[in-house]
């Protein structure tokens, strides 16, 4: 058995599985039913006293399923902050959600939310959530649609406090100060220079960061010719999908912030979108939508595929592969490539007629008309071919077993479809 035990901030997480802020850290009774599947941390619904936010509009969950198969885990919400009262939540249901983790050993981060910069009502609202014995206090800087409701005078308040540095920073700064416990500041995807923010909040005081919060989203019924669910964009909980953007804006952090404690959060819906998530610098990984989406069986799946992941490889803890693809991150500028992409591609897919089915799914999606099928087997027109790999992608043979990309000059793979591709350019003769 792999030891999967994780210090965060401090606490020993008995896993890194845990649920970020959502409904089932808004009261005892749904905090139970996550923390029976084994989970090590969990973050409260967040508490706050916008005016606005608490009224919503029902119903409030809107999933897209019904609009397709590949929208099945996709879904928007008009739900925001905590219904409950601030004083009733931090007198009743806060303390009881508290001694709930601490009974089963989960470690329990609460979650504020203020508008404005105001020193007075941050530091109320962190000696308040201290009181109860919060291990950690979130800060609800990213959400996407805290402002649905909100006086003009409130709405700095969720995304417009976590996309400026400055306004980040004096944030945390405030709340820092204002408690010994440890402040965690929730990132918002809308931020254009995601480091520039993570090194204002780590300057400020902040002990750890949330990487991400959601980004926004609507639809339309075409059917009925309206919006669907509500005519208003809203908190768009865009399910696994929306992983792909969350990692790269949690490497930008990541990656110039290194070694930095991170709660990893956005379209995990599965074990090993947990391990891509450490493997990215996150610390511990939080599962949201896919919570609601499958249902709170998915915690003790993800718990249970991440045990046996680590034992198939030998990993013997957590830190044997948190981070480790952190220092290869940079962008597509960075990467070695031909002085002029020549018209003539070096680069084409060699198709293995062993293995192959002859599907005809390549000459379906090459995007450049270069695959015909001729006699049951793909054919590839070298003159046209751009040797952008996407036959090889959508090969329905497993891992692409029947396309590599290869070298014209020398035969040599470049690509097998795993892991990252050859430097190829650094080697070849350039024109």
């Known amino acids: 058995m792999a030891n999967l035990t994780t210090e965060f901030l401090g606490f020993q997480c008995k896993n890194p599985v845990g649920v970020s802020s959502c409904d089932f850290g808004e009261t005892e009774w749904e905090a139970g039913r996550v923390i029976e599947h084994g989970i090590g941390w969990l973050t409260g619904k967040t508490i706050h006293k ?86 950690a206090i979130e800060l609800d800087t990213g959400g996407p649609h805290a402002t649905f409701g909100a006086e003009l005078d409130q709405l700095d308040c969720g995304a417009p406090q976590a996309m400026d540095p400055e306004k980040s920073g004096k944030i945390i700064g405030i709340c820092s100060k204002a408690v010994d416990t440890p402040i965690i500041f929730k990132a918002t995807p809308q931020c254009v220079n995601q480091a520039a923010v993570s090194h204002a909040v780590a300057n400020a005081g902040a002990a750890a960061i949330t990487a991400n919060n959601s980004l926004y989203g609507t639809w339309i019924d075409h059917e009925t010719g309206t919006f669907y669910g509500g005519p208003y964009a809203v908190g768009g909980l865009m399910g696994r999908p929306w992983q792909i953007f969350s990692l790269a804006k949690l490497l930008e952090t990541t990656a110039s912030l290194k070694g930095f404690p991170i709660i990893g959060v956005g379209g995990i819906f599965t074990w090993d979108d947990c391990v891509r998530y450490m493997m990215a610098g996150a610390t511990v990984t939080g599962l949201c939508s896919a919570v609601y989406s499958r249902g709170v069986g998915v915690l003790k799946k993800a718990i249970e595929g991440m045990d046996a992941f680590m034992d198939r490889k030998g990993y013997k803890s957590t830190k044997d592969f948190y981070g480790m693809v952190v220092d290869d991150f940079g962008y597509v500028r960075d990467w070695p490539r031909e002085e002029w992409m020549a018209k003539k591609s070096p680069i084409l897919p060699k198709v293995y007629e062993d293995k192959c089915t002859g599907c005809g799914t390549c000459e379906t999606v090459c995007p450049y008309g270069a695959i015909a099928m001729e006699d ?18 959508h090969c329905p043979v497993k891992d692409g077993g029947a396309i590599d990309m290869i070298r014209t000059d020398t035969g040599k793979v470049v690509w097998t479809g795993r892991g990252v591709h050859d430097k190829w350019v650094l080697d070849y003769p350039q024109a």
């Open 50 to 135: 916008i005016d606005g936010p608490h009224h919503w509009p029902r119903p409030f969950f809107y999933s897209l399923k019904k609009f397709g198969p590949d929208l099945k885990d996709v879904w928007v919400c008009s739900q925001m902050f905590s219904h409950i009262p601030y004083d009733e939540w931090m007198s009743s249901e806060g303390p009881k959600i508290v001694k709930k983790c601490h009974d089963n050993n989960v470690m329990f981060i609460g979650s504020i939310g203020a508008a404005g910069d105001d020193a007075d009502v941050w530091s109320t609202h962190m000696r308040d959530m201290a009181s109860i014995g919060v291990d």
């Open 376 to 393: 049951g087997l793909p054919k590839v027109d070298e003159d046209v071919c751009m040797g952008c790999g996407w036959c090889m992608g």
